[in-house]
């Protein structure tokens, strides 16, 4: 298994310098999926953003996978920001971070919020009603995007970016969970569940075509 955390997050240059932006990273998800070991992906997660040294990190939601905070799933995040007390973090809360804060709470650095605005550049889980603020673009996660490729008598769902009009959705940075077809997946998005079409983008920057939902 790949770990290309490189092409499924975005690095923005801003005011407040140098952003990196990842979803849905669902750590512990291992129990909840009836995995027998341990994948450690968090730990090449927190490698990575050290690697990449950002002046900020955005993470739009659902950061653990337990809708709860059981003992390992505490463990695990306490371990996982532990490695991130150099930057200042940025949570957009999701439908799984219930209880974030019992785990999070000696992290001054960490901010969990409903959703974040920089340079009018929106930041939000997805799962909830659009915020009434005023944003040129937005960036969220929540339905883990992926299309269908076919290769002759082969097809493969492979994860993607999904744009629509000035909404960039991001794929899962967990390399272990696959992802929802796009047209199922963007029902559960309630401000944009009505859309007709996107743009599609592998995670190379390959431009797939537009998608029509309908």
Do not use: W
């Amino acid at each position: 298994m790949t770990l290309d955390f490189e092409s499924l997050s975005l690095e923005l240059e801003t005011s407040k310098g140098k952003g990196l932006v990842f979803a849905d990273p669902h750590i512990a998800f291992e129990l909840s999926r009836g995995l027998r070991i341990r994948t450690k992906f968090e730990k090449k997660l927190a490698e990575f953003v050290k690697l990449k040294n950002p002046d900020f990190v955005v993470i739009l939601g659902d950061i653990k996978e337990p809708l709860g905070i059981n003992t390992f799933t505490k463990k695990l995040l306490i371990e996982f920001f532990s490695e991130l007390r150099d930057f200042e973090v940025i949570i957009t809360r999701g439908n799984h971070d219930g209880k974030i804060e019992e785990a999070l709470r000696d992290f001054e650095n960490v901010k969990v919020v409903g959703y974040h605005v920089i340079d009018n550049l929106l930041f939000l889980h997805g799962h909830q009603n659009l915020p009434e603020v005023k944003f040129e673009k937005a960036f969220l996660g929540h339905i883990h995007p992926a299309i269908t490729i076919k290769f002759g008598s082969i097809a493969k769902k492979v994860k993607c970016f999904l744009r629509i009009e000035n909404f960039l959705i991001l794929p899962t940075i967990n390399p272990y969970i696959e992802g929802f077809d796009v047209k199922e997946g963007i029902k559960m998005i309630p401000f944009l569940k009505d859309s007709k079409k996107g743009d599609v983008y592998l995670p190379n920057g390959t431009y797939i075509g537009r998608i029509n939902f309908i």
